[in-house]
Every structure is written in C-alpha cells, then in structure tokens.
C-alpha cells in the first residue's frame, strides 16, 4: 500500500484552462487527462490524500461519477472550493479541513492552504499544501502537492521530497558552470 498526495484537480472547473494554463483543449479532455493520470498511479489498496479544490461545477452526479472512477482510497482534506455536494460524497474515507499524519516515519502537516509555520516544523514536520498552484515560493519543509505543481498526478512522499534536493542540486550545477543564482 503507497501513499499518494494531490490537490487542485478543479474537475469540472472551467477557470483551471484559463488561469492555470493546463495543457488540456477541452474541459472534458481535462477531466479525463486528470482521472487517467491519476489511476496510472494509484492502485485499489493505496490511499491518496486530496488537499482540497477536488471540484467545481459539475453536478453532484457528475462529481461523484468521477470519484468514483478514481482509485484509491480517499480522503480530502477540504478547499476553498468544495462544495457541499463534494463534501457529502460517501466515497470519501475521510473529510476533514485539516490534518496531521505520518508517513514513512516522517510526521506531516496536511492543509489546502500553505503555513507560514506549523506543528511540529522544529521537529521536522512536513507541510504539504495546495491551494497555490505551483506559484508559491516554498519555505523549507513545505511542498505544493498540487496537479499544477506536480505534473498533473498525484506523488508520493519520496517524490515530493526528492523534487526539492533535484532542484537544489540543479541549481548548483548551474552556478558551478558560471550561471548566476536565480531569485
């Protein structure tokens, strides 16, 4: 069983091709790319934690006909754009605005939104948020596990920490061979 993080699919939301640019030419096609994306990745006994904005416009039929083709158990961590209707699917494992877990022995702090601190961060405690899509500067410990940010499919722990020490280890590839530091 593998553990898996998302956030900001906006299944059924129009704004998301607009405002996030997302390499998708239909809503439908969207939809879609994001289900197959996910189910390539999650198998029936894994467990993905959605951190909020699961969907926005469908009807409650529609929403949960989607969830339902998701694999995985579900749980959400609620966004500032769930809806009534997502939050009553029975297809969820759990709903909760915020939560604190541990996975692979590290403790994480999981929200919609990005903390400026949190429990535990002295002890190294993990923020993992959505809510940004991709556009916030992280703070340490801190990762977007948002589709926007992550490629479009949900990511494991591992992933997610290794993205930062790849980006880190790049960057210093490119001052070594005479690049300025970006930021």
């Not at 209707?85 to 590290?106: H, K, M």
């Not at 809510?131 to 596990?145: A, E, F, I, N, W």
């Amino acid at each position: 069983m593998t553990t898996f993080f998302t956030s900001d699919t906006h299944f059924g939301d129009t704004r998301a091709l607009r405002f996030d640019h997302r390499p998708f030419p239909t809503l439908d096609a969207h939809d879609a790319g994001l289900i197959e994306g996910w189910n390539a990745r999650v198998g029936p006994d894994d467990t993905v934690w959605h951190l909020g904005d699961f969907a926005l416009g469908p009807a409650p039929d529609r929403i949960a006909a989607i969830l339902s083709a998701l694999a995985g158990e579900k749980h959400l961590v609620t966004g500032n754009n769930d809806g009534a209707a997502t939050l009553a699917l029975p297809g969820w494992a759990s709903v909760t605005p915020y939560a604190e877990i541990a996975v692979e022995g590290r403790p994480l702090v999981l929200c919609h939104y990005a903390f400026r601190t949190w429990n535990g961060i002295g002890r190294g405690a993990v923020n993992l948020h959505g809510h940004s899509h991709g556009k916030l500067t992280p703070m340490p410990r801190q990762y977007d596990v948002g589709v926007d940010a992550q490629n479009f499919r949900p990511v494991t722990l591992a992933e997610i920490l290794v993205s930062r020490r790849r980006g880190a280890r790049q960057a210093r590839a490119g001052r070594a061979e005479g690049e300025p530091p970006s930021g």
